[in-house]
């Protein structure tokens, strides 16, 4: 089982950035998937959130308007396009799976590093 996140890097205040995240070894479709982010010193956040189908998303008040989660079962692939980027969505970005169809395990990615900054 994995999940790889791909995507981070340094970016200026206004910027954007993709995350993707790949998921491989358990049934991705049946799974919720969420993007969490941790600063430092700071507890760990979701930040965004999709349904199995996609058809349903939740964001945090902090990224809404700004932040778009999408999945695409067929590459079983999660992304988390980031939009007018502030340097307070300076963070590790996590990919998570939930099952949610089917009987299986929570999985967390390895993160990846977002940072704002001029």
């Known amino acids: 089982v994995q999940l790889v996140e791909s995507g981070g890097g340094l970016v200026q205040p206004g910027g954007s950035l993709r995350l993707s995240c790949a998921a491989s070894?358990?049934?991705?479709?049946?799974?919720?998937m969420n993007w969490y982010r941790q600063a430092p010193g700071k507890e760990r956040e979701l930040v965004a959130r999709?349904?199995?189908?996609?058809?349903?998303?939740y964001y945090a008040d902090s990224v809404k308007g700004r932040f778009t989660i999408s999945r695409d079962n067929a590459k079983n692939t999660v992304y988390l396009q980031m939009n007018s980027l502030k340097p307070e969505d300076t963070a590790v970005y996590y990919c998570?799976?939930?099952?949610?169809?089917?009987?299986?395990?929570?999985?967390w990615g390895q993160g990846t590093q977002v940072t704002v900054s001029s």
């Open positions: 998570n799976a939930v099952p949610t169809l089917v009987v299986g395990y929570e999985y």
């Open positions: 999709i349904t199995t189908t996609g058809s349903s998303t």
């Open positions: 070894g358990f049934t991705f479709s049946g799974y919720v």
